[in-house]
């Protein structure tokens, strides 16, 4: 792990422009953290813990991190929304592909990291021993500044039990433990081939897509479980995620044409069979007001509560490369991988 300049240093009497409220328990944290310093922002990292929670109550809409605060714009605790301001503030390095079609299937790939893959990361970290009560002693220490509580297995297995619980909520529940399985074995599978053959997923420099999934495989190689998996079948994105930590540009974007051989089979074989059916499933269940939402998807039947959020988030993206559609090169990309039919 890098050092931040960002990390709190008692030697410091200014404090920086921008303060990122976070945790290392947070993949949302992790990518706007790996994502200020690609664009070599200065900024102030503070670890949300019991000292510092007035302080965050009083600036927060929600109640999880990230938040960042910025010189110029509102507090802000969407990612997505945190990374597109501030490519919009600090352009260089890039990290916008340089043609439509792959800034759009950049954008896709973002949203299915946030919205799809989390539920995999949740799922791995919650949903089994020792993976479960690991987790929620890494939390309680940092609640307690880096520390681990004297009196701590009381705590320990009371947050263990909160997280459990919300396994529902996020889908990542029992009756889908299967599917979300074979997701993320069959993903893991074609990205490291993917990446076995590019330094990032767009070539030489990295993308939102980037940030966004290298913070959920952060997280999951925080975990013994999925950890030991990757390890073992991933090792090109075991890599990868080593390399985000701190990313640097490379060379420039690569075009399409050469990424296509690679990049081709993780829409058509992964997104169009499992994110993108439940996502449409979800934005209507949304747009109905519906309490629950069934999407069919590779390997059965997904059900979980309707998530507004993630619905919100994927009809952003949806008009996004609706209004790209005029591309030829997205056009034929999204139809050649059977994705089309989610944009018309």
Same mark, same amino acid.
């Given at each position: 792990?890098?050092?931040?300049?960002?990390?709190?240093?008692?030697?410091?009497?200014?404090?920086?422009?921008?303060? +990122?409220? %976070? /945790?290392?328990? @947070?993949?949302?944290?992790?990518?706007?953290?790996? !994502?200020? $310093?690609?664009?070599?922002?200065?900024?102030?990292?503070?670890?949300?813990?019991?000292?510092?929670?007035?302080?965050?109550?009083?600036?927060?809409?929600?109640?999880?991190?990230?938040?960042?605060?910025?010189?110029?714009?509102?507090?802000?605790?969407?990612?997505?929304?945190?990374?597109?301001?501030?490519?919009?503030?600090?352009?260089?390095?890039?990290?916008?592909?340089?043609?439509?079609?792959?800034?759009?299937?950049?954008?896709?790939?973002?949203?299915?990291?946030?919205?799809?893959?989390?539920?995999?990361?949740?799922?791995?970290?919650?949903?089994?021993?020792?993976?479960?009560?690991?987790?929620?002693?890494?939390?309680?220490?940092?609640?307690?500044?880096?520390?681990?509580?004297?009196?701590?297995?009381?705590?320990?297995?009371?947050?263990?039990?909160?997280?459990?619980?919300?396994?529902? +909520?996020? %889908? /990542?529940?029992? @009756?889908?433990?299967?599917?979300?399985?074979?997701? !993320?074995? $069959?993903?893991?599978?074609?990205?490291?081939?993917?990446?076995?053959?590019?330094?990032?997923?767009?070539?030489?420099?990295?993308?939102?897509?980037?940030?966004?999934?290298?913070?959920?495989?952060?997280?999951?190689?925080?975990?013994?479980?999925?950890?030991?998996?990757?390890?073992?079948?991933?090792?090109?994105?075991?890599?990868?995620?080593?390399?985000?930590?701190?990313?640097?540009?490379?060379?420039?974007?690569?075009?399409?044409?050469?990424?296509?051989?690679?990049?081709?089979?993780?829409?058509?074989?992964?997104?169009?069979?499992?994110?993108?059916?439940?996502?449409?499933?979800?934005?209507?269940?949304?747009?109905?007001?519906?309490?629950?939402?069934?999407?069919?998807?590779?390997?059965?039947?997904?059900e979980q509560s309707t998530q507004n959020y993630a619905a919100a988030a994927y009809d952003s993206v949806r008009k996004a490369l609706g209004s790209a559609m005029e591309d030829e090169a997205l056009k034929t990309f999204l139809k050649d991988a059977g994705c089309a039919r989610f944009f018309g």
């Open positions: 792990m890098p050092t931040d300049r960002a990390e709190h240093n008692e030697s410091r009497m200014i404090m920086s422009d921008y303060r +990122l409220f %976070g /945790a290392d328990t @947070s993949p949302y944290s992790q990518k706007v953290r790996a !994502f200020l $310093r690609y664009k070599n922002v200065d900024f102030d990292w503070v670890a949300r813990s019991r000292e510092n929670e007035e302080e965050f109550q009083a600036l927060a809409q929600v109640a999880t991190v990230p938040l960042l605060i910025s010189p110029t714009r509102p507090a802000n605790q969407d990612s997505t929304a945190i990374i597109s301001g501030l490519e919009a503030d600090h352009p260089e390095p890039s990290a916008v592909p340089d043609e439509v079609a792959t800034s759009m299937l950049a954008l896709l790939l973002e949203d299915y990291a946030d919205e799809w893959l989390n539920k995999t990361m949740f799922q791995e970290r919650w949903g089994q021993k020792p993976d479960r009560e690991d987790a929620a002693l890494r939390v309680l220490v940092q609640l307690y500044g880096g520390k681990r509580p004297r009196a701590y297995k009381k705590a320990r297995d009371q947050i263990a039990e909160r997280m459990a619980d919300r396994l529902k +909520l996020v %889908g /990542a529940n029992e @009756s889908n433990a299967d599917i979300l399985k074979a997701s !993320f074995e $069959r993903f893991s599978t074609l990205l490291n081939a993917h990446l076995k053959e590019h330094l990032y997923i767009f070539g030489g420099r990295p993308s939102a897509a980037d940030f966004a999934l290298y913070a959920q495989f952060q997280q999951m190689m925080m975990d013994k479980t999925p950890a030991k998996w990757l390890t073992e079948h991933a090792p090109f994105i075991v890599a990868w995620i080593e390399n985000m930590e701190d990313p640097k540009p490379g060379a420039p974007f690569a075009s399409l044409e050469a990424l296509a051989p690679t990049l081709a089979p993780i829409f058509a074989d992964e997104l169009c069979k499992t994110y993108l059916p439940w996502a449409k499933a979800n934005s209507k269940a949304a747009e109905r007001g519906d309490k629950d939402v069934s999407a069919s998807v590779e390997g059965g039947t997904f």
